[in-house]
């Protein structure tokens, strides 16, 4: 069923907006956006409507404080943090970022030592704008970055305490996912 509705979620995407541009309105931005977050939670479930039942049997796994593969992990790893892990992986404009914020703050060193006049202010207004951006997209970056980070960690040993509280955390999913 999701197989189906991702496939046109994809084809909805790549016609919808075929060429972003400078002559791409915001309406069109907008509707684009909005596809492509349908398309993100039509994933999600595809996703887990594909493996529930992988999933309902490695749940009696981790309960029974079994051991569990490595194919197991990455199970646990597309239902807990595929999202970040994906974007992990597909981000590259992050080095990008941090010299685009070292330059205005930089920018902004240069301007603070000059008279502040309306005019350099309005100017200043748009380096802070743009510099909050890109902090926003960094900050982004390293919160995914440490959420993957922290499972995998938190998979190379896991006690029979851990199995369970992760079991009790993909049981919560999977009920989700079958409504």
């Known amino acids: 069923m999701y197989q189906e509705k ?7 995407a790549a016609s919808q907006c075929p060429t972003i541009n400078h002559n791409t309105t915001i309406a ?16 999600r479930e ?5 493996t ?6 490695l749940l009696s796994k981790l309960q029974n404080n079994e051991d569990i593969t490595s194919q197991e992990i990455e199970l646990i ?15 590259n404009n992050y080095e ?3 010299k685009e914020a070292q330059r205005l703050v930089e ?7 000059k008279e502040l006049t309306p005019r350099l202010m309005g100017d200043l207004q748009g380096i802070t704008r743009d510099v909050t951006r890109t902090l926003s997209d960094i900050t982004f970056y390293k919160e995914t970055m440490e959420r993957t ?3 995998e960690e938190s998979v190379k040993n896991l006690t029979a305490d851990n199995k369970i509280f992760l079991a009790e955390m993909l049981k919560a999913k999977l009920q989700s996912a079958c409504v």
């Not at 069109?28 to 994933?43: E, V």
Request: aromatic share 8%; hydrophobic share 40%; glycine share 6%.
């Open 6 to 12: 991702v496939k046109q979620g994809v084809q909805q």
């Open 28 to 43: 069109d931005l907008q509707q684009l956006n909005q596809t492509f977050m349908t398309l993100s939670n039509d994933l």
């Open 46 to 50: 595809g996703i887990q409507e594909s």
């Open 52 to 57: 529930k039942d992988e999933m309902a049997s």
């Open 77 to 91: 790893r597309l239902w807990i943090i595929g999202d970040a892990h994906s974007y992990i992986k597909m981000e």
């Open 96 to 98: 990008g970022w941090i």
């Open 107 to 113: 920018v902004v060193k240069s301007i603070s030592t």
């Open 149 to 151: 980070n922290k499972f």
